[in-house]
């Protein structure tokens, strides 16, 4: 019984930790790759060592992910407590609607309605599908 | 949208759920992790299947690299999550397991969703530069 709430709590704590640190890696890997701007143009105007440079040398990315590798642990933290078929559908699906606001607050990019609903639609697809 | 874009899109979409389902597979064997010995998590990346699941996160990571540098944010996320039908269609039709009537729903529902998202444009298109007050971030240099 103690043992399944602990269980419990460090799986939603998990959670937690991976909605916030995927949608932090997330904003942050899009501003940066934004502002290198289409990879492929990129590459074939530069040369791909120039691509992986400018990658490198990007502020942005390299905080997304430092963002990213918190997520991935905490991924694995919670798989050790708790079933993938809670934490994946959970922490997916939560990750969509915190990435729909936070594009919106921070990448100022424009959310229209059919955006929203694409989110909130994937987001309880996705919990559905652990069932 | 061009093939190589939707080819991008696919990569993001097959690598993530497949890498993701090796992870768990092998943390399964490597077993639960407590807070006292987490620098035991490191050590899970020596499980083979943990291993194989990371080279397809790293097959994961360069094509939402990729996508990320031509399409918006709130784009890319909902047209990548096909990769959950597609798990789902494989366990139905190739590994012949049940689907239950949920999941069928979820299905249609991301269907629904990649089906909004990606009937609108890929980037939200901002003013030049010279006619922007704000900071845009396509204006912004590294």
Redesign the interface.
């Known amino acids: 019984m103690i043992r399944h709430a602990i269980s419990n709590l460090n799986g939603w704590l998990a959670i937690l930790a991976i909605v916030i640190s995927s949608s932090a890696g997330d904003v942050l890997l899009s501003r940066g790759m934004k502002q290198i701007g289409d990879l492929g143009k990129v590459r074939r105007k530069h040369g791909f060592n120039f691509v992986m440079m400018q990658i490198l040398r990007n502020r942005y990315f390299l905080i997304g992910v430092a963002c990213m590798a918190i997520s991935f642990y905490s991924l694995l933290y919670g798989l050790s407590w708790n079933e993938v078929s809670l934490i994946g559908p959970a922490a997916a699906s939560l990750t969509f609607v915190a990435n729909a606001v936070a594009a919106k607050m921070f990448l100022h990019e424009r959310v229209d309605r059919r955006r929203w609903a694409a989110a909130l639609f994937v987001a309880a697809g996705v919990v559905l599908m652990a069932f | 949208m061009n093939s190589?874009k939707y080819l991008v899109l696919a990569g993001v979409s097959v690598f993530a759920p497949v890498g993701?389902?090796l992870?768990?597979y092998g943390?399964?064997q490597?077993?639960?992790?407590s807070l006292k010995n987490?620098p035991d998590?490191l050590l899970?990346i020596a499980n083979p299947w943990?291993g194989l699941g990371i080279i397809l996160?790293l097959g994961f990571?360069a094509s939402?690299?990729?996508a990320?540098?031509?399409a918006?944010?709130?784009?890319?996320?909902?047209a990548s999550?096909l990769g959950?039908v597609l798990l789902?269609l494989i366990a139905r039709f190739a590994l012949h397991e049940q689907i239950?009537l949920?999941?069928w729903?979820?299905?249609?529902?991301?269907?629904?969703?990649?089906g909004?998202?990606t009937?609108?444009p890929e980037v939200?298109r901002r003013p030049p530069p010279h006619l922007s007050t704000?900071g845009?971030?396509?204006a912004?240099?590294?």
């Not at chain 2, 490597?30 to 992790?33: A, K, L, P, T």
């Not at chain 2, 918006?72 to 909902?78: E, G």
């Not at chain 2, 729903?105 to 969703?113: D, P, Q, W």
Request: charged content about 10%; cysteine-free; glycine content about 10%.
């Open positions: 190589r993701d389902s992870l768990s943390m399964k490597v077993g639960n992790i987490i998590l899970a943990v996160l990571f939402y690299m990729t990320l540098s031509w918006d944010l709130t784009y890319v996320l909902p999550s959950y789902a239950s949920m999941r729903l979820g299905i249609a529902l991301v269907s629904g969703g990649v909004f998202v009937s609108g939200t704000g845009s971030v396509a912004e240099q590294p």
